[in-house]
């Protein structure tokens, strides 16, 4: 159904469609809509399900680690400064194999203290043993939470996933979505059927100590699982795809890419503003691209590999530092790049850190950039009289 | 012995495990979980507990049991009540969110205190040996006064922990919970008595048990109750009982010398040379037989 919806509560009705038994939070900006939305529905008896106001992020993890380890669905959200209050329980919840289902309204970390988005807090738990996911749009995040449901709660799979959503310009920004019908998500997500679970009837140990002779095994299980989940995610935005009757999910999108000599890479809502730029270059004649990762973990490196190779200059435009290294996204292009022979161009281009607006001047002077082979991350839209002030 | 199954192949925490000669939590944690009963899910701190009943790949517990992290117990305890009121099972089934010391009243006081402010039905153990034994024996916020630990050490400026035991069971009654009391492993009868009334309520409730640690506080692991005794006959740890905020019962007691419970411990053995610290214990021991009218007579 065709609905004019603000994203977080785009977020809150998709994930009451898939009848989450038990909800955990802890409010920060701008994560509140989506959460307020789910209590609302709860409050309204719409929806099932038992929501626990908690007294910090660590416990609002802590709370849906339990509950997913009792066997039920679970959802919770946060950003920035609470996701990295969680980021102890989160390498918790995905070395305990549970799939726990979390929103990263995506915004910066203090200090200085700043409310609105980049990527910087996810990014920071990249290595935790969860599935990333990216969304470009509010049509796009509504969809991804349905299938992150179904390749976390996949027997192959077992692992949390979290959806990256752009702080306010998705959560805060109003967009024209199609909703899929309750039918249709019950038709493509069965009820959470636990591999294990806490129950008297079969009693288990969950959590137990892993000496040096067992350690290394259940990293390299989750290591090859993300390998496996990189089909999941193709397979469920496939079938999920099939349900509603568009396109959507999968591990990348390529935009213009077929012929293009320049590609830039990028996640999340900025895209969008990179497909203008693209477009509007391409009217020029300019052989221009956008790749935009949606899987950033599991790293899709044969999809980004296949859309880059053709491409004589490669740019990554990230949301994000590596505060004395290259910028994240960035190490990982080049070295997959290096290590499959490409002589591409790579460079770095970090933006829109702390919400700064990302414009299409500044796009446009990227791909101006391009072709200048530098070795460091640059950022683009500095305001160089405050650097000398 | 009450508390104690008969056959052991029918404790809910099986021997086998690797706790250390003597330790009163061992004892404890045992006696709490026979007397919960098997239609019961704990949710276990990190700590000594939970490393020498589960290294991988085995497990002493014949209950359901998860270890998540050492700060969670009880947040991970509430998100399990969630799921088994979600699934309409909360009725058959305890809860138990258990830790030590530090887990509880340290590291744990917040999500101990959201999950008593919230009111679930589960119920939370803490086994108090007074420091952070499993690193080492550090000092904890209930590490009493005077004493010596790895962090607190005896020197020629310092009797050792400069504070008192932080007052734990006073916090969690403040919360208006069903039940709250402390223990001693030195009386298992009267643990599972407190575990089965504890459990006999519905939403929060809140058990302290005293457990003597013959390592970190240096006395022979044969005398683990003898210890645990005397520091309730003493006085210093006295054992109350609060229902719904009300001081329904003390165990009395003809209070005995604190040196008699000090001398035992090589934790306090700069004590008894110096008779103004020793005062000063003293003095907490006195403060609790008046403040819950310990004496007998």
Known sequence: MKKFVEGSHAIAEIISKCRPGVISAYPITPQTHIVEGLAKLIADGELEAEFINVESEH???SVVLGASATGVRTYTATSSQGL????????NIAGMRLPVVLTCANRSVSAPINIWNDHQDSMTVRDSGWIQLYAENIQEAIDLHVIAYKVAEDKRVSLPVLIGIDGYVLTHAFEVVDMPEQEMVDRFLPKFDPVVKLDPENPVSMGLLGAPDVY??????IAKTMETALGVIQEASKSYSDVVGRPTGGLVETYRTDDAEKILIAMGSVVGSIKDVVDELREKGE????????????FPKDAIFEALKEAKYVGVVEKAVSLGADSPLFAEIAALLYKR???AVVNSFTVGLGGRDISSAQIRQIFGEMEKDETDTRFIGLNTELLEA | MAGVVADPKNHLMASGHTACAGCGQAIASRIVVNAAGKNTIISNATGCLEVFTTKAPQTAWRVAWIHSLFENAAAVASGIEGALRYLGKLDNINVIAQGGDGGTADIGMGSLSGMLERGHDVLYVCYDNEAYMNTGIQRSGLTPLDCNTTTSPVGKRS???PRPKKPLLEIAVAHNISYAATASVAWPADIEKKVKKALSYKGPKFIQI???CPLGWRFDSSLTLEVAKLA??????????YENGTLIGVRKIKPKPVEDYLKLQGRYRHLLKSPEALEEVRKVAQANIERYNLSVG
């Open chain 2, 232 to 241: 309730v006959e003493t006085g210093l740890y006295p054992l109350v009982e």
């Open chain 1, 84 to 91: 990295l209050l969680m980021a102890e329980v989160l390498f």
């Open chain 1, 216 to 221: 290394m095994e259940t990293r390299y299980a």
């Open chain 1, 287 to 298: 052989k221009v691209g956008v790749l935009k990762i949606i899987s950033y973990r599991p």
């Open chain 1, 341 to 343: 022979g490409s002589n």
């Open chain 2, 210 to 212: 005293h457990v003597p």
């Open chain 2, 159 to 161: 009797y050792g922990n």
């Open chain 1, 59 to 61: 416990s609002a993890a």
